[in-house]
T-cell receptor
Framework: EAGVAQSPRYKIIEKRQSVAFWCNPI?????LYWYQQILGQGPKLLIQ????????DSQLPKDRFSAERLKGVDSTLKIQPAKLEDSAVYLCASSLGAGGGAETQYFGPGTRLLVL | QKEVEQDPGPLSVPEGAIVSLNCTYS??????FMWYRQYSRKGPELLMYTYSSGNKEDGRFTAQVDKSSKYISLFIRDSQPSDSATYLC??????????FGAGTTVTVRA
């Protein structure tokens, strides 16, 4: 079974530029998550989709971050304009069902973003 | 106050030692307690989970939850160099959201 795929793996941009990350979840997984992991910290949920609807985006900085999951499969996360503090690893995860209880979230390898 | 506090580490132990990792949490609504392992430049992977209080053992790994003191632990017996990674505790309440600790980096020296 293929895992969660993410691209690009690394990205370096100047502040105020825009950047987009792509995620392909495990086939058949209904729920997709984007997390931000700053160096030395645990992952923080940015947005959660169930199929193509948003379940939770309470911690997404909506003035600069946007995300979409068209057709309930792939997803993109965009930052525009980027700030220095956005330097982090952006992790995508997916789960088979709604994500409750003991359900496992499967993580991709992440995209490392450095904003200069 | 953060919802989940994790002993920061890092920890460096000789091969064969017992590794003890700890977290405390503040939200009494947490019902599910997970440990994730994250190798360098990889995403986290679920190692174990426990529901409510008690112990759970899986091979060399034992997870403990004490809800009365809001304390969770992971023990790794007979540690191996392949156990070198960052270990993240995570908790989930009924709203499905996972809250992660900051992680403890463990190095097992051969």
């Amino acid at each position: 079974e293929a895992g969660v795929a993410q691209s690009p793996r690394y990205k370096i941009i100047e502040k105020r530029q825009s950047v987009a990350f792509w995620c392909n979840p495990i086939s058949g997984h209904a729920t997709l998550y984007w997390y931000q992991q700053i160096l030395g910290q645990g992952p923080k949920l940015l947005i959660q989709f169930q199929n193509n609807g948003v379940v939770d985006d309470s911690q997404l900085p909506k003035d600069r971050f946007s995300a979409e999951r068209l057709k309930g499969v792939d997803s993109t996360l965009k930052i525009q304009p980027a700030k220095l503090e956005d330097s982090a690893v952006y992790l995508c995860a997916s789960s088979l069902g709604a994500g409750g209880g003991a359900e496992t979230q499967y993580f991709g390898p992440g995209t490392r973003l450095l904003v200069l | 106050q953060k919802e989940v506090e994790q002993d920061p580490g890092p920890l460096s132990v000789p091969e064969g030692a017992i590794v003890s990792l700890n977290c405390t949490y503040s939200n009494s609504a947490f019902q599910y307690f997970m440990w994730y392992r994250q190798y360098s430049r990889k995403g986290p992977e679920l190692l174990m989970y426990t529901y409510s209080s008690g112990n759970k053992e899986d091979g060399r790994f034992t997870a403990q939850v004490d809800k009365s003191s809001k304390y969770i632990s992971l023990f790794i017996r007979d540690s191996q160099p392949s156990d070198s990674a960052t270990y993240l505790c995570a908790q989930r309440s009924n709203d499905y959201k996972l809250s992660f600790g900051a992680g403890t980096t463990v190095t097992v020296r051969a």
